[in-house]
């Protein structure tokens, strides 16, 4: 039986070489353990999920997408900017499930933000959104303007 020796060479909270399902699995643990690990352990999960974002597989990176409102409200004012970055990222990916899954996203980035970032990085990505080619993100957006928005 062969194994993969780059799985056992990271840290055992995070898996990001392995086959897609493995990484998928990473991101969606990577909330859970979150607030639970020191600075050093948060800072590689960050950039485990900015390595993950990149991914090929959609399912990997829709998984990054779905943890990123639950790292934001732990997250500290350089965490919250990468968040913003790969937010802004993923407004733009082919995949419509995952634009759906970054909306959330921004309910969660407008309570943590300032009012400055909140107009150069969460309203021009709803506005892209609001226009998106696919209902389904469209929809969901509108579900979650009150939520943007208060």
């Known amino acids: 039986m ?3 020796t780059a799985c056992h060479q990271t840290p055992p909270i995070l898996f990001p070489d392995c ?3 493995a990484r998928s699995a990473a991101a969606a643990l990577a909330p859970l353990a ?3 690990v020191n600075d050093k352990y948060k800072s590689e999960i ?4 900015n390595r993950l974002s990149g991914d090929s597989a959609p399912t990997v990176r829709r998984s990054v997408a779905k943890s990123l409102p639950l790292i934001a409200k732990f997250a500290n004012a ?3 900017a990468e968040i913003a970055e790969l937010y802004k990222l993923f407004a733009k990916d082919d995949q419509d499930s995952i634009r759906i899954q ?3 996203v921004s309910s969660v980035l407008a309570e943590f933000l300032s009012w400055e970032l909140k107009t150069t990085v969460i309203i021009p990505t709803v506005i892209l ?3 998106d080619r ?4 469209r929809w969901c957006l509108c579900h979650h303007l009150k939520e943007i928005f208060p």
């Open 2 to 4: 062969v194994t993969n």
């Open 19 to 21: 086959r897609y399902t």
């Open 34 to 36: 979150y607030d639970r």
């Open 46 to 49: 960050i950039a485990t999920l």
């Open 78 to 80: 350089s965490t919250l």
């Open 102 to 104: 970054i909306i959330p």
């Open 129 to 131: 959104l609001a226009g």
């Open 134 to 137: 696919a209902w389904r993100v």
